[in-house]
């Protein structure tokens, strides 16, 4: 039955079709029309505006809808200059269409004199409904026109800032921020990037060390992101008690070493109060930490119920293997074991061994595994059938090894059952297998009934690095028995003729399963009772 529509209704998927890509927006002949239909009547300007204006790309867009006298440009890359100061009736026009705004990021640091004319007008929450504020600017002498952009409504901030420019004016306005408007930013991400010799900067290291001390006062805090900041700095989460998502990557160059340790013990905490930090910190993102510093943390945080958890173990000098062991094996007990659902641990150390993750067994809830390592495996401990058993709920199982390693202690196909029987949720699978293994080849040959009983219907992909293949037929007969959903096989290596023609073979079967689906299929419409199973084909 035909619906029809009406203007209203019209209208809304039309600019729903703007507001899904927003590269739309700039392009100047779709603004043109999305004006048009703001200046058409009352009832169509409001969702229009709506999506014209939601998410601005710089200040000087603004400016381009106040009059034509205002300002001018000569070319593209140029800034806007500004020919007049701005009237009160350019404020006006400026202030309405920043009524829309709720998106906005300011990247281009050629906009000064745009903010220092703004700033002349004495206004102050020139975005009086904005959401999210993204500054992506080095340039410190901008820093303090954010305060132009700061108001009620702001729940996230996204700063940038060079390490070399760092200095006591940022900081300054950043520990001031949480006191205009509380509870004010629940959203707070603070990056860095080292451009310059610190010999440069004399005044550059109490600015740092000043950052510590700023953010212990954005208290309201529930998702934090510092990037390439100093590793002290991890101490503030002891004063955010709302934290529920903490990204943290410590500066690769520190200006010290080893760096300073942060200091898990708040300062806003008596000695005998007892009260444990974070209590709501959900998920955990950390790179380029000693795992001393991560194993003091934790157990300061003192189990905590994460559902969410990636370490990047990075190469740290400072880093022993006795201590990663530690804090490995005693992942089961800063964790809650009932909560974590994703956990990824990435280990790139040069240890004469790896230490062993068997802890992670314990996690019984654990739906995404990804475990990379180089030039070890962090699955050598683990067997197949201990991840069947141990995690039953198992979505997505991501294990990268060392492709230089002996195929012979891969993993065989016949390693695969235990996996397909008790995760039966498992949708995407990335292993290193032996598909050539001759023993493995003649007891499936011997047994064409070894998978029988045993189908696991949600594995849609297989993920396959550098892995021997001999007999293609064989493997994609045992895959389709095993897993009768399987249509994607992808190969993950390249490098010599020999890895090419395996390669290959492993092309085949993706080619064998997509064409056995689909004969199972017809079949199954021919006889809607699939029970009497599927035979696998052993013949080599």
Known sequence: MHHCLSIPEI???????????????????????LVSLACTCRSWSEPALQVLWYSVDGIDKLFHSLAKDLWEKFHDEDPLVLNRPLSPEDMKVFRKNATWIRVFTERDDKNITLYRALFACGYSCLLPRLKALSWQIENPDLFPYLRLLISPSLRKLDAFFSDGSLVMEQLNLLEAIP????PGISNLSLGSKKDYPDTQFPGLEPARKALVDVLHSWSNVTDLELDEVPLETLGCIVDMPNLTRLVFIAESDPLEYPPPEPNFRSPSLSEVRLKLPCPLLESITIDQTPVSTIHAMFKALARLQ????????????IDTLGGTEAFLNDLD???????????????HHRFERLPSVTSLLQFHQLRKVRL?????????????????????????????????????????????????????????????????????????RDNPNVTEGVQNRSLKTLLIQQSPISDSKLVASFLSSLFPGLERVVWTSYGNEEVKRHRQRWERVEKMLIKMKRERESRTCCDPNPSRGWRMLTSG
């Open 11 to 33: 209208l809304s998927l039309i600019c729903q079709e703007f507001s899904e890509d927003p590269e739309i927006l700039w392009d100047i002949d779709d603004r043109k029309a």
């Open 372 to 444: 990379d390592a180089l030039p070890f495996d962090l699955m050598a401990d683990i067997t197949i059938s201990e991840v069947a058993s141990s995690w039953p709920l198992l979505e997505s199982l991501y294990n990268l090894s060392p492709t230089s390693g002996n195929p012979e202690t891969s993993r065989t196909l016949l390693s695969l059952i235990p996996l397909a029987k008790g995760c039966q949720k498992l949708d995407s699978l990335f292993l290193r297998l032996n598909a050539s293994d001759p023993s493995t080849q003649q007891t499936i």
């Open 333 to 347: 007990k800063l964790i809650e074991l009932h909560t974590l659902s994703e956990v990824s641990v990435s280990c």
């Open 306 to 317: 994460l559902r969410y958890l990636s370490l990047s173990l990075s190469e740290a000098g």
């Open 179 to 182: 006191l205009m408007f509380p």
